[in-house]
C-alpha cells in the first residue's frame, strides 16, 4: 500500500514563510492555558465593540490562522494560496448562534453567494457548506425535533426554515455545485437529515450534489450509511466527520437522563469512522465522500482502500478535507501525493464568528496531542530550513 510521509513538513509548509510559521507556533502555545481558552472568547465577545484593540488582536491572532476574511472577497488570498498547493477551497460563511429572521434571511442569501462564486470555478472551489443553524432557531429546530406541536407562529416560522434550506439546495443544484449540510448537536439531527436525504431524493438523480455529514463518535453511524444505501434510489453524498460536540452531548444526555448517543470511547470512534469509510468505497459507484478529518491513520486507511479497490488517487467521488489553519501536514501531503483535497475556509464578521474560533481554541486544546503535534511539526519545518 502507498504509504503518505504525513511528516514531511517541506512539503507540508511551503505555502508559509518563516514568520508565519512563528506567529502560528505564539499562538497554538497559547492554547496551552486552560484560563485562556474558558474565559478568553466569552470575554472578547463581550468587548470586542468597544475595545477596538480586541478585535485588532483577534483578527491578527485566532482570525489570521483559521479564517479566510470577512467576506467572498477577502478569501480570494486564501482560495489562491491553496490553489498552488493543489487544494481546493470550501467557503463557509461562519455565522452561529443568531436568533432574528433579518439576520437568517441574511445568512440564506450569503450562503446562495458561496455556491454562485464555487460555480464560477469548480476546480478551485469544489464544494459549498451551510449549518441549518445558520438560517433558523435552535429552540425552534429542537422543538420540532422532539415532535412537538408547533403554534401558528412557530409552524409559520419552521416554514421559512424549511423555504430557506430548500431556496439553497435548489441553488446548488441549478449552478451543479456539490454543497455540504453540516452535521449538528444530536437533539437536532433527525430533522436535518430529514431535510437533507429529501433534498438528496430531489436533486440527487444524476450525481451527488446534496450530501449530509456523519458524526462517526455517534454510535450506529455504519448502520445508518447502510440504511439509506437500501433505502434510497438516488446517488449519495457523505462527509465522514468525527464529531465536534462530544462533551456537550454527555453532559446533556446525563443531565436528561437519557443513553448517551456518543461511542463510549475513542477506539470505538476509531472503528465507527473507518467502517463507514469502507462501506462507501465498496459502494463507490453510488456514492460520493468526503473524508473530513484531521487524523492520519484515517486519512491514510482512506488511501489503502483506494488502493485495494483499485480506484484512481483522483477518483472525482472521493475527497479529503481539513478546517484552515490546521493539519497542513495532511492537506499538503495528500495533495502533493495526487488525492483530491480541499479545505473549509471560514469567514464572516469577527465578531460573529467568535464561536467558531472559540471551538478551535477548545478543540485544539482539548484533543490529546493536537497542539503538541502543531507545534512539533512547526518547529520541526523551522529547524529544517535553518540548519
Known amino acids: 500500500m502507498p504509504q503518505i510521509d504525513f511528516n514531511n513538513t517541506q512539503v507540508a509548509f511551503a505555502h508559509k514563510t518563516d514568520a508565519e510559521l512563528k506567529k502560528a507556533a505564539l499562538l497554538f502555545k497559547s492554547f496551552n492555558y486552560p484560563w485562556l481558552i474558558k474565559y478568553g472568547p466569552g470575554l472578547a465577545a463581550s468587548v470586542i465593540n468597544f475595545l477596538p484593540p480586541v478585535k485588532s488582536l483577534i483578527r491578527n491572532t485566532l482570525f ?94 419552521f416554514a421559512k426554515v424549511r423555504a430557506r434550506f430548500d431556496s439553497i439546495c435548489q441553488a446548488a443544484y441549478d449552478n451543479n455545485v456539490r454543497l455540504f449540510v453540516d452535521a449538528e448537536d444530536s437533539w437536532i439531527q433527525d430533522i436535518i437529515d430529514s431535510m437533507t436525504y429529501e433534498a438528496m431524493e430531489r436533486f440527487n438523480k444524476e450525481k451527488a450534489i446534496i450530501f449530509n455529514t456523519i458524526q462517526c ?22 462527509k465522514l466527520v468525527r464529531g465536534a460536540y462530544m462533551e456537550k452531548e454527555r453532559a446533556r444526555a446525563a443531565e436528561k437522563k437519557y443513553p448517551s448517543p456518543i461511542n463510549p470511547d475513542k477506539a470505538a470512534t476509531d472503528a465507527e469512522y473507518d467502517g463507514a469509510l469502507e462501506l462507501c468505497v465498496k459502494h463507490i459507484a453510488k456514492v460520493c465522500i468526503c473524508a473530513g478529518t484531521h487524523n492520519e491513520n484515517s486519512s491514510q486507511k482512506l488511501c489503502d482502500l483506494m488502493e485495494q479497490y483499485q480506484l484512481p488517487k483522483d477518483h472525482p467521488h472521493i475527497f479529503f478535507a481539513q478546517l484552515l489553519g490546521m493539519s497542513d501536514h495532511i492537506s499538503y501531503n495528500l495533495a502533493n501525493a495526487g488525492y483530491n483535497v480541499a479545505k473549509y475556509v471560514p469567514y464572516g464578521p469577527v465578531k460573529a464568528v467568535l464561536p467558531y474560533l472559540s471551538r478551535r481554541a477548545v478543540e485544539n486544546s482539548s484533543v490529546q496531542g493536537q497542539v503538541g503535534r ?3 511539526l512547526i518547529n520541526t519545518e523551522l529547524k529544517r530550513r535553518h540548519k
Open 64 to 157: 489570521a490562522q483559521f479564517c479566510g476574511g470577512e467576506n467572498i472577497k477577502d478569501c480570494e488570498k486564501a482560495i489562491v494560496a491553496l490553489t498552488k498547493g493543489k487544494i481546493g477551497t470550501i467557503l463557509d460563511y461562519s455565522v452561529e448562534g443568531e436568533e432574528s429572521e433579518s439576520v437568517f434571511d441574511y445568512t440564506c442569501k450569503e450562503i446562495i453567494d458561496t455556491i454562485h462564486k464555487a460555480a464560477t470555478n469548480q476546480k478551485d472551489i469544489p464544494f459549498s457548506v451551510f449549518k441549518t443553524t445558520g438560517i433558523g432557531r435552535m429552540d425552534l429546530l429542537t422543538k420540532v425535533n422532539a415532535g412537538e406541536a408547533l403554534s401558528e407562529t412557530e409552524t409559520a416560522e
Open 217 to 238: 463518535y455517534r454510535t450506529g453511524r455504519i448502520a445508518h450509511i447502510q440504511e439509506k444505501l437500501d433505502s434510497m434510489s438516488c446517488f449519495l453524498g457523505f
Open 374 to 376: 502543531e507545534l512539533n
